[in-house]
């Protein structure tokens, strides 16, 4: 998720808000940028506009959208995870020990 800071930047007669996109974000936005022959604030800049346009409503539903998907996958994987643990109960108080000694040594 990109941060931006709301402190601006002067530079001749250029304002500019300051963003922190994640690594692996900014090169997806840098190859765009190269494929389009423009800059990454251009790609960034247009991006942002297009979104403004469209109220963010299609912004808003992707983001709902793809935290759903993980949330279900999420799910998923800790119904798999139960229903592991609840197929021996040797596991299942196993499990419990250790949980609860663990939280007794974070506690501690």
Request: charged share 30%; glycine share 2%.
């Amino acid at each position: 998720m990109a941060v931006v800071h709301t402190e601006l930047y002067r530079h001749e007669n250029l304002i500019r808000k300051s963003i922190q996109i994640p690594s692996t974000q900014h090169k997806e936005l840098k190859a765009l940028a190269v494929e389009l022959d423009s800059s990454l604030g251009d790609v960034v800049e247009t991006i942002m506009d297009l979104m403004r346009q469209d109220n963010y409503e299609q912004l808003r539903l992707a983001i709902v959208e793809k935290r759903e998907r993980e949330i279900t996958s999420l799910n998923s994987a800790l119904d798999e995870a139960y229903a592991y643990l609840a197929s021996s109960p040797d596991i299942l108080e196993d499990s419990q020990f250790f949980f609860y000694a663990g939280r007794e040594g974070i506690l501690a």
